[in-house]
């Protein structure tokens, strides 16, 4: 048969025409723009997805394909059969995509047809970032507060923030004066940080919301939300008085404990009898207890002689030290430790002297009323004085987070600086001598 509008010979067909005349008076990709443009926001690395979400997509990526074909309005009315990307320079701000489409024009007659389809990219600025480079205003807010009188629990959550990039949608993060606070532009981002912090550290929880703006006829309204986590304050290390209810609820553990571990819960450990207890974090706030001697109470003792016991629990064992004050070595105590695997003679090691102590607090009164014994000396922790004479510098560092000081913290006074600078020096000693901390963060070789 004969082409009906060229006369060319060509197998019968419903059309009754050949391809190239087909092809030129049928265009299947009428009705599909062959040009478009996709908005890019420069400060987060993101694409809009309409109407007004932004999602991440890499050049040539899935996620950029999916969103360039969901831009094109006529192709519901084809079959696509192939979508891919042609090679633009990146500064180009051009994406072409390769379309391979199909689609049945007369009877029984389907059409495949190639077309590329140029794509301009715009860089708007998304929502959060523009309230970002404006300082706008946040939508939640978590303040972290421990009422105690340094700053070592801070330093080590800074460093398992950093850790597991927990801060990465914060925008802004305040030093306070007891705490740290973290602005955030969505009140999942706030949430998210508050359950990870929940996770690591014992704490109570108390929400608010105020009321920006409200729309009575569409029904919405605006709210700012803030999360006061307030952490426990008992640090590692820290000797405390359990209440004897609490006391009789953990096995019967001696009121008088350490600090052996800071997790979701407090690990306390009884030093004269190795009883190991989690003092839950639920029970903790219903019973709150406080510190009765902390790090900086801590006094050097040298060790002259050591009567091991064989009773073990993990890496405590018990044993009975013969001490005195590193200062004055006149006079010597016997002391029942939990140190017996590390200790030896000759050591150093530090502890708290209760010799002439004196607390004001309801559970230690309890505790003399009762006739129990009171240790005069509580061992803590081996110390290094000698190892530290012997290092001239460390050579690894640690990563800060970028935290802006409040307005009244600027003008810090010489004291506080130091005591700052204290801190963090013995936080470091901290990291050196405690191979389980050391596991929990991240240190980098300084150059």
């Known amino acids: 048969s004969l082409c009906a509008s060229c006369g060319t010979v060509i197998a019968p067909n419903p059309a009754n025409m050949c391809i190239n005349c ?16 996709i908005h890019y926001c420069k400060g987060c690395d993101r694409y809009l997805q309409p109407p007004n979400s932004w999602v991440v997509a890499e050049l040539e990526s899935k996620e950029l394909l999916t969103l360039c074909l969901k831009k094109l309005k006529g192709l519901s009315k084809v079959r696509l059969v192939d979508a891919g990307f042609i090679w633009t320079e990146p500064h180009s701000r051009r994406v072409k995509v390769k379309l391979t489409i199909q689609k049945e024009v007369f009877a029984n007659t389907i059409l495949q047809q190639v077309f590329v389809v140029e794509y301009v990219v715009n860089t708007q600025q998304c929502e959060e970032c523009t309230r970002v480079a404006a300082q706008l205003t946040w939508k939640a807010v978590v303040q972290v507060r421990q009422k105690v009188s340094h700053k070592r629990t801070f330093l080590w959550l800074e460093q398992v923030i950093l850790k597991h990039n927990a801060h990465q949608n914060t925008t802004n993060i305040k030093e306070a004066k007891d705490g740290i606070d973290f602005y955030y532009t969505q009140r999942s981002h706030a949430i998210t940080m508050v359950e990870f912090l929940q996770s690591i550290v014992p704490s109570k929880l108390k929400t608010s919301e105020q009321l920006i703006s409200q729309d009575i006829h569409s029904g919405t309204a605006n709210y700012k939300f803030s999360y006061s986590l307030e952490i426990a304050p008992i640090c590692k290390d820290d000797l405390f008085v359990l209440s004897p209810k609490i006391a009789k609820s953990l096995s019967e553990i001696s009121p008088l404990v350490l600090c052996n571990r800071v997790s979701n819960s407090l690990s306390v450990l ?43 629990n993990g890496r405590f064992g018990l044993a009975t030290a013969e001490v005195s004050r590193s200062r004055d070595l006149s006079q010597t105590f016997l002391v029942r430790t939990h140190l017996g695997n590390v200790l030896r003679p000759g050591d150093h090691v530090l502890g708290y002297d209760l010799t002439s102590a004196n607390f004001n607090d309801e559970n230690w009164d309890k505790f003399i009323t009762r006739k129990n014994a009171i240790p005069d000396i509580v061992l803590v922790r081996k110390s290094y004085p000698n190892a530290r004479k012997k290092l001239k510098g460390r050579n690894w560092k640690l990563k800060t987070m970028t935290v802006e000081e409040e307005i009244e913290a600027i003008g810090k006074s010489k004291t506080e600086k130091a005591k700052a600078e204290k801190d963090y020096e013995l936080f470091l000693r901290d990291i050196e001598e405690d191979p389980e901390l050391r596991g929990m963060i991240n240190l980098y070789k300084r150059e």
């Not at 087909?22 to 443009?37: F, L, N």
Request: aromatic share 6%; glycine share 4%; proline share 5%.
């Open 270 to 312: 009884d030093p004269n009898t190795l009883k190991i207890c989690d003092l839950r974090n639920a029970v903790f706030w219903e019973h709150p207890v406080s510190a009765l001697c902390g790090v900086a109470d801590l006094v050097e003792f040298y060790v002259i002689d050591v009567q091991h016991e064989r009773i073990h």
């Open 22 to 37: 087909i092809r030129s008076d049928v265009d299947i990709t009428e009705g599909i723009p062959k040009q478009a443009t």
